[in-house]
């Protein structure tokens, strides 16, 4: 007789009454021990909401779940984690000023004599991490940790509490490449000691390289299950899109036109974003091309970014946007210069989560006409603002004054791209453009790009995607240890001679 799934969805359906969505339809799967089960579709597409539904985050309106053969009532996390169901989340739940051993035994620490026995503590969470092979230092203070090694943290916590089925919602995107790849390794040992996986996704290299099964959904639907060695990449793109990708245009062979950025001898000190900060960078950007930044996270870039868009200042050099000089630290004389920016991260230095799509399309412009006239808005100005974003860049699943604290990372990045190009800027700056996103989602952003060079548009491209970089980049450079390396035309490099600059191969380059 064989074994029951380790868990059973059997026709869970959420309705979000307040924006009018249906996010779950009547989705039914199981997860099997030993088994890492990818979940994939577009952002959007109702794969949180179903893992919340498991782990008690929502209440379902209608379907049961089932644990080892046996109905389940979930209706928090704590009846969740109690039924043997961890659930690592994209933002995590840790203390910063805690431990590494606080934070994974938190309410289940030993004790001896009536106080925590911290040695004991110790042992415990490195007995667990080299079950894993993950190792972390139980003594580090959560908060001076990298996202990676953070999320080790809560991955060991879910294991604490004793986690047969583990559920990771997209636990790759904020990573980089190389912690991605560490990921994937510590999630093949996760079910070879028999605990089932559920690894929400929708970069399918990293879902090829790990799953067993690939379940689809689509709008809220389960469109099919497949195994891994009898599926390909095309096949799981046209089930999550319901159509095939469109293929990538061909590369331009016109030349641009005039600077609009220029760095020269650009130098600041590093700063707690981490970065290395930045060494003598010469650099010019120009209408209608795109020149892409790559290397490996922690290089410079945020350093480059934040002085480019006015957020820090530098130590030495110059910094010109259309000719005006822009070095002492100003994001509003950045804006007046022209220049747009999508930040790395969309969720705090994006958006405001706590707004409606219209004061989130407004945030950047609202001080100017036509959306204010003598320091009063002008409702009807804003609300054709915000329509036309919704319009022109697909956002779904909100009105232009609903809220936006319920959408997809995709839908709120093309709210941040709407409203950054919706200004005519000058220079867009491109921080991580398609982090978290979708396939769909990235070909949607990914044309926006194209589309605005071929405009005119000036833009500056920075992103830990090496293949993104390639694709569109009219000219390509690398960020090492806070030195520039190139730029160089597209059609000098490939991807061997970038990877090679990306690990400090060469030392010199060309403005």
Same mark, same amino acid.
């Given at each position: ?14 309705? &979000? ?50 644990? *080892? ?22 933002? &995590? ?45 139980? /003594? ?16 060991? /916590? ?40 559920? &690894?929400? +996704? ?16 689509? /709008? ?12 390909? $990449?095309? *096949? ?91 070095? %002492?630290? +100003?994001?509003?004389?950045?804006? $007046? ?18 707004? %409606? ?10 001080? $100017?006409?036509?959306? +204010?006239?003598?320091?009063?808005? /002008?409702?009807?100005?804003? %609300? ?31 709210? @941040? ?11 867009? @700056?491109?921080?991580?453009? *398609? ?47 806070? $030195? ?9 490099? %490939? ?17």
């Amino acid at each position: 007789m064989t074994a029951a799934p380790l868990l059973r969805v059997e026709g869970l359906t959420k309705y &979000f009454a307040s924006s009018g969505v249906l996010a779950v339809d009547d989705v039914s799967l199981d997860l099997r021990a030993g088994e890492v089960l990818a979940l994939v579709g577009e952002n959007g597409t109702g794969k949180t909401t179903l893992t919340s539904m498991v782990f008690g985050l929502h209440r379902p309106d209608s379907g049961r779940v089932l644990v *080892t053969g046996r109905e389940a009532v979930i209706r928090t996390p704590q009846d969740a984690i109690a039924l043997g169901i961890g659930m690592v989340q994209q933002h &995590f739940a840790l203390v910063p000023s805690f431990t590494v051993a606080e934070n994974v035994l938190l309410g289940r620490e030993p004790r001896r004599r009536g106080l925590v026995d911290r040695r004991a503590a110790d042992r415990e969470v490195a007995r667990l991490a080299a079950e894993l092979g993950m190792p972390v230092d139980p /003594r580090r203070q959560v908060g001076g940790l990298p996202i990676g090694l953070q999320q080790r943290v809560e991955i060991l /916590r879910t294991l604490a509490a004793d986690a047969r089925v583990v559920i990771l919602d997209e636990p790759t995107a904020m990573l980089t490449p190389a912690e991605a790849r560490d990921l994937a390794g510590v999630i093949r040992r996760l079910a070879a000691t028999g605990r089932a996986v559920l &690894f929400i +996704s929708h970069k399918l290299p990293e879902v090829f390289a790990v799953a067993d099964r690939i379940a689809v959904m689509r /709008r809220g639907r389960l469109v099919g299950t497949l195994d891994r060695a009898a599926a390909d $990449r095309r *096949t799981v793109t046209r089930m999550m899109i319901g159509r095939e990708i469109a293929p990538v245009p061909a590369r331009r062979t016109e030349h641009a036109g005039t600077v609009v950025l220029e760095l020269r001898g650009v130098g600041c000190r590093a700063d707690a974003s981490g970065d290395v900060g930045l060494r003598g960078v010469d650099l010019t950007v120009r209408s209608g091309e795109i020149v892409g930044v790559a290397g490996v996270s922690g290089n410079g870039q945020n350093d480059l970014v934040h002085a480019v868009t006015g957020i820090r200042a530098v130590d030495q050099g110059v910094i010109e946007v259309g000719g005006t000089r822009l070095c %002492d630290a +100003s994001v509003r004389a950045a804006r $007046r210069a022209g220049v747009a920016h999508i930040p790395e991260d969309r969720m705090t230095a994006g958006l405001n989560r706590g707004a %409606d799509l219209a004061e989130n399309v407004i945030s950047t412009a609202f001080r $100017r006409p036509p959306l +204010s006239r003598h320091g009063v808005l /002008r409702r009807t100005a804003v %609300d054709r603002a915000a329509r036309d974003v919704v319009t022109r860049f697909d956002v779904r699943g909100v009105p232009p004054r609903g809220p936006v604290a319920t959408l997809s990372g995709g839908n709120l990045q093309k709210i @941040v791209i709407g409203r950054e190009l919706s200004g005519d800027p000058a220079l867009l @700056v491109a921080n991580q453009p *398609t982090r978290g996103l979708d396939v769909g989602s990235i070909e949607f952003v990914h044309r926006a790009l194209r589309a605005e060079r071929d405009r005119g548009l000036a833009t500056l491209l920075v992103s830990t995607e090496l293949d993104e970089v390639l694709d569109l980049s009219d000219r390509v450079a690398v960020l090492y240890d806070g $030195r520039l390396l190139g730029p160089y035309p597209r059609a000098e490099v %490939d991807r061997e001679r970038v990877g090679g600059l990306m690990a400090g191969a060469e030392a010199g380059g060309r403005p």
